[in-house]
């Protein structure tokens, strides 16, 4: 391997650990020129900036390294060098480390080796993390944390509502149709005055408005809390009276578990997209019908704004999960959904590609197609989400919002005719 402009090639490996890390820098030849062990803090940095600048290293030439990992302190500050840094899967360094001992022997330093190895002989075959701006970085922050808040709500809702059905049917029932169900205001509310059905069926009608009002209703208070108060005095099964009261307690404590996962997702939501909205690139992603403040961040977070990231748009679909894989061998040839791929921006994908039913027509008109072709809803969705990551691809490359008749151009009436 040559890189212009270094007479002689360095590569760097790095081995990190909770409290060290252990650096070995090899040549293009393989010759191991150093190795060392640093402390995961200042000190330990500027040794390894120290290394790396007694065997060349420069701005103009800054010496590669590969990690194990895409994300921690010791990346962040060398990827702020401007240096290019490769995140190498662990499983790829392990079939490496394979490759220079049957004894299946390992070490810290051995595995820093292997790293240093990668690049030297398979660099082309890797790509560096991506050079992405501050602010997109801070946005896959907050929408990551955002996301995993939502998921933590869910659980928290199921973990309530398994909960009360043991004992408290009248209030999954008092909220059965609501569209948020118990992660609803109102539902929060109620559980929290009142966490048994004894004293559910107590709450007057006046006691009702005055919660709803608590959890920020603001119409239909008065029908609400008529509607509630006839639910909570029905005949329901019951546990024994001291059971039920010890399972009230247990409800109260998921009930704080619940309000606290809703308040966190709240706030990330209003962080992330307040980050979102202030972003070159936000409105050509709000542009794509299916994609809002909190989506688009999604997807922005997932795809950042390096644009060299991806080489066409094939990369960025195969990345998004939405391109199938084909599997050949001899008479057989069989065509898969992706399974690797980044779970975070398939999920959005497939959201986008939903909402985007109901909000672009040739989006409805092309789902509708490949379902009449025999397609399965989950596959005809992913087929659109492959189309909308083309795209988007093109959209960011030339700065261009997203056009309907462009996007999806009608037939012309002489060509309707020629394929009658």
């Given at each position: ?55 060349g ?36 360094v ?36 991506p ?7 801070a ?23 398994s ?29 929290a ?40 005095k ?9 059971v ?16 606290t ?36 961040a ?17 990369s ?23 399974k ?81």
């Amino acid at each position: 391997m040559e890189i212009t402009g270094l007479p002689t090639p360095v590569f760097c490996g790095v081995d990190w650990a909770e409290d060290h890390h252990d650096i070995a820098l090899v040549d293009a030849g393989g010759k191991q020129l150093a190795k060392l062990r640093i402390s995961d803090d200042a000190v330990g940095f500027a040794q390894l900036t120290t290394l790396l600048a007694e065997h060349g290293d420069s701005e103009d030439v800054p010496i590669p390294v590969a990690i194990e990992t895409s994300r921690g302190l010791l990346v962040a500050c060398l990827r702020a060098t401007g240096r290019p840094v490769f995140a190498i899967n662990p499983l790829a360094v392990a079939r490496y480390r394979d490759r220079h001992s049957v004894a299946r022997k390992k070490s810290d330093a051995i595995d820093a080796a292997a790293l240093a190895n990668i690049l030297r002989t398979d660099m082309a075959a890797h790509r560096p993390l991506p050079a992405d701006s501050e602010l997109v970085q801070a946005i896959a922050v907050l929408a990551r944390a955002q996301q995993d808040a939502v998921w933590a709500r869910g659980q928290a809702q199921n973990r309530l509502r398994s909960q009360l059905r043991e004992f408290y049917p009248a209030i999954l029932e008092a909220f059965a149709r609501h569209k948020h169900g118990l992660c609803s205001r109102e539902a929060r509310s109620i559980l929290a005055a009142a966490p048994t059905p004894a004293a559910a069926a107590k709450l007057t009608r006046r006691r009702l408005q005055a919660l709803l009002k608590q959890a920020g209703r603001v119409r239909g208070i008065q029908a609400e809390a008529e509607r509630l108060h006839e639910v909570f005095k029905r005949e329901y099964l019951h546990q024994l009276p001291q059971v039920e009261v010890a399972l009230g307690h247990q409800a109260s404590a998921l009930v704080r578990q619940l309000n606290t996962a809703c308040d966190n997702a709240e706030q990330l939501e209003e962080a992330v997209t307040h980050a979102f909205e202030v972003h070159p690139d936000a409105a050509i992603i709000r542009s794509f019908p299916g994609l809002a403040s909190l989506t688009g961040a999604r997807v922005l977070a997932e795809i950042g704004d390096d644009r060299a990231r991806f080489a066409n748009a094939g990369s960025l679909k195969a990345y998004a999960g939405s391109a199938p894989v084909t599997r050949a061998s001899g008479k057989s040839c069989k065509v898969m959904s992706r399974k690797v791929k980044n779970q975070r921006l398939a999920a959005v994908g497939y959201v986008w590609a939903f909402v985007s039913l109901t909000r672009s027509p040739g989006a409805r008109a092309h789902y509708d197609r490949r379902r009449a072709t025999g397609e399965r809803h989950v596959a005809a969705q992913r087929n659109l989400f492959n189309r909308f990551m083309g795209m988007l691809f093109h959209c960011l490359q030339n700065g261009h919002t997203y056009d309907e008749a462009t996007a999806f151009p009608q037939p012309t009436l002489g060509l309707t005719t020629a394929a009658a």
